[in-house]
Structures are given as C-alpha cells and as structure tokens.
C-alpha cells in the first residue's frame, strides 16, 4: 500500500511564529500530486496547498509553503506567522494514478496555536 | 464549481440496522469518488474509491459496501451495522492527479 506518514500527531506553535509539520509518503508512481489540507473542528475539509511531482519549485500559498524534497519523499508543510485561527488538524494526501486513480491521506497532526 | 451534497449530516442506528449513506456531485462529470471514515481525532480512513459508474475498488475488507449507480452518484451501505462503524464519514471526489479534491459535509454515525 503506498502510505501516508504524518510523525507528529499533536503540535503547538506560538502566535506569529513559523511551524513545520511534517510529511513522507511511499510511491512508485512517476506522477501524482501532493496536497495539504486543514480541518477546524467543524470537520469541513479546507485546500491549502498543491504539488506536482513534476514542479520543480516549491508550492506556495499567502502563509503556506510545501517543502518538497522528491527524493526523500517528503512535502512538507510550512506555516509562517501562525494565527489563532491556524489551531486545527492538517493532513497530507497523496493523489496516485498507480492501480487505478485514488486519494490517500495521512493520520494527521492537530496543531494548537497558543498566544 | 464542483459541490458535493451528502446526508444525513447526523444518524444514530442501532447495531444490527440497515444503513444506506448518499452523497451526489454537482459542478462536474466523470470525477473519481471516495467515501472515508474518521474516527475521533484520527485520520481519514479510505474505505472505498470509484473512477466511474459500477466500478467500485474496496480498500478494506469490513462490513460496508458502495455503489456508484449513476456518474455523480456515489452510495455507502451496510446490511447489519456493528458498534465499530460508528465514525465520521466523508464523501469526496476531485477531477484528476493536478485538482484539489472537494468534500460534503460528512455525516456523523453512532451506532448503539
């Protein structure tokens, strides 16, 4: 199965400061494409951010900045000056085109932004 | 832009019920289609994925099944449900490898 491995189950940031939170996935797809997204506790699903695998620059959205790095695997997500309203669970999703079209998510990581 | 209306938002079933979830599509044609299941706090499970009318692919072996009887159609079901389906249930799709995939609102089962 090609998985989705968010480390960071909970994290805590300060207001107006920076936060990474991390992302690896498993492929053996040529292309696919890498998303991010936010859930408040409303359990809505919000688009951040999008990256090919064939984008040879690093996504960026208003706050948020996809670090992808292809040959380690991993696309991860930047959030600068952190908000109040950043406080919610982040997942990364991985689109796939290997045995048949199909989008994987990760655990996620609950980020709390604190003043 | 493409919508995806799922209901009920909320459902309390007893163990054993029938269950039948529907969300449809609005906005596009021919999107790839998924259900997941979240349970608190935790990630989105893929349950299953359809790239079109009757195909269907299963990622888990569990007791629900889906259907995908028309293009923006795309139904979850159970014949008997268990204390262990209870969850939060999304309906997703998207267009392809480049699009950002769209959500319902998800519904959100307890089954006592």
């Known amino acids: 199965a090609q998985k989705i491995t968010q480390t960071q189950p909970g994290m805590f940031v300060q207001e107006k400061e920076a936060v990474t939170l991390d992302c690896t996935y498993d492929?053996?797809?040529?292309?696919?494409?890498l998303f991010w997204y936010k859930q408040p506790s409303s359990g809505e699903m919000i688009f951040l951010i999008y990256?090919?695998?064939?984008?040879?620059q690093n996504a960026t959205e208003g706050r948020y900045s996809l670090n992808f790095q292809k040959a380690r695997k991993s696309a991860n997500l930047v959030i600068s000056a952190s908000q109040l309203g950043d406080s919610a669970m982040y997942f990364c999703?991985?689109?796939?085109?290997?045995?048949?079209?199909?989008?994987?998510f990760g655990t996620g990581t609950q980020l709390k932004v604190e003043l | 832009s493409q919508t995806i209306h799922q209901w009920p938002a909320t459902l309390v079933q007893p163990v054993g019920s029938p269950l039948s979830l529907e969300c449809t599509v609005e906005?596009?044609?021919?999107?790839?289609l998924y259900w997941y299941r979240q349970a608190a706090g935790r990630g989105l499970q893929l349950l299953f994925y359809?790239?079109?009318?009757?195909?269907i692919s299963s990622e888990v072996p569990q007791n629900l099944s889906a259907s995908r009887p028309q293009d923006r159609q795309f139904i979850l079901s159970s014949k008997k449900l268990l204390l262990s389906d209870s969850g939060f249930y999304l309906c997703?799709?998207?267009?392809?490898?480049?699009?950002?995939?769209?959500f319902g609102q998800g519904t959100r089962l307890t089954v006592v």
């Open positions: 999703a991985k689109f796939s085109t290997g045995g048949g079209n199909k989008l994987t």
């Open positions: 492929t053996s797809d040529q292309s696919y494409g």
């Open positions: 990256q090919g695998s064939y984008d040879e």
């Open positions: 906005g596009t044609s021919n999107p790839n």
């Open positions: 359809s790239v079109g009318i009757g195909q």
């Open positions: 997703a799709g998207d267009r392809g490898v480049e699009t950002e995939a769209f």
